[in-house]
């Protein structure tokens, strides 16, 4: 296979020359117990020897090729801007590259696909070979933070979230038994003079935080993009107080603001003055190109990703071979430039839906909940206006404002209306009146009428 080569106008990020990677010393102070007992698998670390020209290979236990069934793949796929260019395009998968999308590959993904993606991450966020930050595929992005998580995170260390937060993250960090800190977000992004009062009044006897979790894009399940002036400070608070910041990034590329988007923390570090390699970076391809893919990336210091490849390799030992070929054989053929056309026009589907869920939340809810308009992603963050009294009575951290989980539970499924129950995105599970909506699926139609009976349900708890 052959990858794309940059174009000539390509502009590559530079590091200050007052900036300075950190060593890779550094990190063992942030490595688990695991992942210090951790050891490379012996099989997965040889394969990258069998390419070596002249090699002759019996090292893996791979099957013969010739006992597959399948022969050829063909697949139709739109052009990058279908909208105004209709062209349907065959890619083919035979020969070496269908072998090579169903036999075992390299743990950190096939060459040519993460040369494409460090060339994209080059272009959009600045990676460049001095930096001493690497890409490293995965089977998808909630995969790679589990093994990120596990590798930094001991019983009882201090993490700290953004409140609310992605509520499949909560489930993992429980499991690793540490102690999740909340920091309070709003329609600016996760709150950073929170942040900084909470770290200036730290206990002494106690460990201090390790990691910042935070979705700075579209914030699942809020909706909100954290702005560039927070970004900063957040930045400033992490050299200060020396902890990591996982940047969870899937709707990077589903930004539809008015303004120019953020600069991604990862681009921010090489922008600012100071340390460079305290960003870990997780992209994902299942919100712009497909799901089922199942296929994500990490993008961050070398050492700290090679520690993540030897969960892996012991585990899931790769991201899918075939969805790494399918979608290299589409990059290559879209270009990065189209890749970037594409999600534009991704970016610009969600919006135009956004703009009808819009609509009809002003048409139904208006006077019955109250919401921010999100710039990014697709999700709402709707707080509902229960009633201070009756079924859905319960106290939360501002008072009495009602509990959506009892509500849906007891009257909007019974009208034909499901959504998440906002105390899903907290740790301690508070009670909210909060509710997360997705605006992804639904047309016009179904929007219009969902909404309907989401008002219906809501005046029917006050008439109770």
Same mark, same amino acid.
């Given at each position: 296979?052959?990858?794309?080569?940059?174009?000539?106008?390509?502009?590559?990020?530079?590091?200050?020359?007052?900036?300075?990677?950190?060593?890779?010393?550094?990190?063992?102070?942030?490595?688990?117990?695991?992942?210090?007992?951790?050891?490379?698998?012996?099989?997965?670390?040889?394969?990258?020897?069998?390419?070596?020209?002249?090699?002759?290979?019996?090292?893996?236990?791979?099957?013969?090729?010739?006992?597959?069934?399948?022969?050829?793949?063909?697949?139709?796929?739109?052009?990058?801007?279908?909208?105004?260019?209709?062209?349907?395009?065959?890619?083919?998968?035979?020969?070496?590259?269908?072998?090579?999308?169903?036999?075992?590959?390299?743990?950190?993904?096939?060459?040519? +696909?993460?040369?494409?993606?460090? =060339?994209? $991450? @080059?272009?959009?966020? &600045? /990676?460049?070979?001095?930096?001493? #930050? *690497?890409?490293?595929?995965?089977?998808?992005?909630?995969?790679?933070?589990?093994?990120?998580?596990?590798?930094?995170?001991?019983?009882?260390?201090?993490?700290?979230?953004?409140?609310?937060?992605?509520?499949?993250?909560?489930?993992?960090?429980?499991? +690793?038994?540490?102690?999740?800190? =909340?920091? $309070? @977000?709003?329609?600016? &992004? /996760?709150?950073?003079?929170?942040? #900084? *009062?909470?770290?200036?009044?730290?206990?002494?006897?106690?460990?201090?935080?390790?990691?910042?979790?935070?979705?700075?894009?579209?914030?699942?399940?809020?909706?909100?993009?954290?702005?560039?002036?927070?970004?900063?400070?957040?930045?400033?608070?992490?050299?200060?107080?020396?902890?990591?910041?996982?940047?969870?990034?899937?709707?990077?590329?589903?930004?539809?603001?008015?303004?120019?988007?953020?600069?991604?923390?990862?681009?921010?570090?090489?922008?600012?003055?100071?340390?460079?390699?305290?960003?870990?970076?997780?992209?994902?391809?299942?919100?712009?190109?497909?799901?089922?893919?199942?296929?994500?990336?990490?993008?961050?210091?070398?050492?700290?990703?090679?520690?993540?490849?030897?969960?892996?390799?012991?585990?899931?030992?790769?991201?899918?071979?075939?969805?790494?070929?399918?979608?290299?054989?589409?990059?290559?053929?879209?270009?990065?430039?189209?890749?970037?056309?594409?999600?534009?026009?991704?970016?610009?589907?969600?919006?135009?839906?956004?703009?009808?869920?819009?609509?009809?939340?002003?048409?139904?809810?208006?006077?019955?909940?109250?919401?921010?308009?999100?710039?990014?992603?697709?999700?709402?963050?709707?707080?509902?206006?229960?009633?201070?009294?009756?079924?859905?009575?319960?106290?939360?951290?501002?008072?009495?404002?009602?509990?959506?989980?009892?509500?849906?539970?007891?009257?909007?499924?019974?009208?034909?209306?499901?959504?998440?129950?906002?105390?899903?995105?907290?740790?301690?599970?508070?009670?909210?009146?909060?509710?997360?909506?997705?605006?992804?699926?639904?047309?016009?139609?179904?929007?219009?009428?969902?909404?309907?009976?989401?008002?219906?349900?809501?005046?029917?708890?006050?008439?109770?």
């Amino acid at each position: 296979m052959t990858i794309e080569k940059p174009s000539p106008q390509t502009v590559h990020g530079k590091v200050p020359s007052t900036s300075r990677v950190l060593p890779n010393d550094f990190y063992l102070s942030f490595l688990s117990i695991v992942a210090k007992a951790r050891k490379p698998a012996p099989i997965r670390s040889l394969i990258p020897m069998e390419s070596k020209p002249g090699m002759l290979s019996m090292l893996a236990g791979k099957p013969n090729p010739s006992t597959y069934p399948f022969t050829r793949i063909t697949m139709t796929v739109k052009s990058p801007s279908p909208l105004s260019d209709p062209t349907l395009t065959d890619i083919e998968l035979g020969g070496d590259d269908l072998t090579t999308a169903l036999q075992y590959s390299m743990t950190s993904g096939l060459p040519a +696909l993460v040369e494409w993606v460090t =060339e994209l $991450a @080059s272009q959009v966020h &600045g /990676i460049t070979p001095g930096d001493g #930050a *690497r890409v490293s595929m995965g089977s998808g992005s909630q995969d790679l933070l589990y093994k990120a998580f596990s590798a930094l995170i001991n019983r009882g260390d201090s993490i700290i979230v953004e409140a609310p937060t992605y509520p499949g993250i909560l489930p993992v960090m429980d499991s +690793l038994g540490c102690n999740i800190v =909340e920091v $309070a @977000s709003d329609d600016e &992004g /996760i709150v950073s003079s929170s942040l #900084a *009062r909470l770290l200036e009044s730290w206990p002494s006897g106690k460990s201090r935080p390790k990691l910042l979790y935070t979705i700075p894009y579209g914030a699942n399940p809020t909706g909100m993009t954290t702005s560039l002036p927070r970004r900063q400070e957040v930045l400033k608070l992490a050299r200060k107080y020396n902890f990591l910041i996982l940047e969870d990034d899937p709707y990077y590329h589903l930004y539809f603001g008015s303004g120019a988007p953020p600069a991604s923390y990862f681009s921010l570090e090489r922008k600012m003055d100071g340390d460079i390699g305290r960003v870990l970076r997780f992209d994902s391809l299942s919100k712009i190109l497909a799901a089922g893919f199942r296929l994500g990336w990490i993008t961050g210091p070398d050492y700290l990703v090679a520690q993540i490849e030897r969960h892996s390799a012991a585990s899931t030992m790769q991201p899918p071979s075939i969805s790494q070929v399918i979608v290299l054989k589409l990059l290559q053929s879209w270009g990065i430039s189209g890749f970037l056309t594409h999600a534009k026009s991704v970016a610009e589907f969600y919006r135009q839906k956004r703009d009808v869920f819009e609509t009809y939340l002003n048409k139904h809810l208006s006077g019955l909940a109250q919401w921010n308009t999100p710039n990014a992603a697709m999700f709402y963050w709707i707080k509902l206006k229960l009633p201070p009294s009756g079924s859905v009575k319960c106290k939360t951290v501002k008072g009495y404002e009602g509990d959506s989980n009892v509500f849906i539970e007891h009257n909007a499924m019974r009208k034909g209306v499901l959504m998440l129950p906002g105390e899903c995105g907290y740790h301690d599970e508070r009670k909210t009146c909060y509710v997360r909506v997705s605006f992804s699926l639904l047309n016009e139609e179904e929007v219009d009428e969902v909404l309907r009976r989401l008002a219906s349900a809501l005046r029917d708890e006050w008439e109770q």
